[in-house]
């Protein structure tokens, strides 16, 4: 459980290690959203396409509810199977990033909430390659996450 008191629901870790054995239908990203009673991290969607203009628009999209119920700009997590090609003609390489979108113009309840619960669902998730914590639209631009993932970190 989280220092906000948020827990991970058993499906992230099963739609996790899915994504992770990367057979057959499997899929490609999971978008993991804190549920409307902010008790519990759930999975909001997953898709078998690795169409990351799609899933970035996702993260883009994102609403959460404040305290008082009003919809606005929200957080997400998110796991990207993250196909590159390797420096030196070295073949195609696979990397699994997690992302914390935590955007600066979100809510203030939101982003404490996304801040505070990140560390209970990366636990849960063991076999991340890299971390990015994003928090305005440039930090998930498809060449700033290669640039991270190419690095290794």
């Not at 992302?99 to 809510?107: E, I, K, N």
């Not at 991340?128 to 930090?139: C, F, G, P, S, Y």
Request: charged share 30%; hydrophobic share 35%; proline share 5%.
């Amino acid at each position: 459980m989280a220092q906000s008191g948020v827990s991970v629901s058993p499906d992230c870790i099963t739609a996790f290690n899915e994504l992770k054995l990367g057979k057959g239908q499997t899929p490609k990203w999971i978008i993991y959203k804190i549920s409307d009673d902010w008790k519990e991290i759930v999975v909001e969607e997953t898709s078998t396409e690795a169409d990351y203009p799609k899933f970035r628009e996702k993260l883009l999209a994102a609403k959460s509810k404040n305290k008082k119920g009003e919809e606005g700009m929200g957080g997400r997590y998110a796991v990207y199977d993250f196909e590159y090609e390797a420096p030196n003609g070295e073949g195609k390489r696979n990397k699994i990033v997690f992302l914390s979108w935590v955007p600066d113009d979100a809510p203030q309840y939101p982003r404490m909430m996304y801040s505070t619960s990140k560390d209970a669902l990366k636990r849960a998730l063991n076999g991340v390659a890299v971390d990015i914590q994003a928090n305005d639209a440039d930090d998930i631009e498809h060449e700033s996450v290669l640039q991270r993932v190419s690095k290794g970190r």
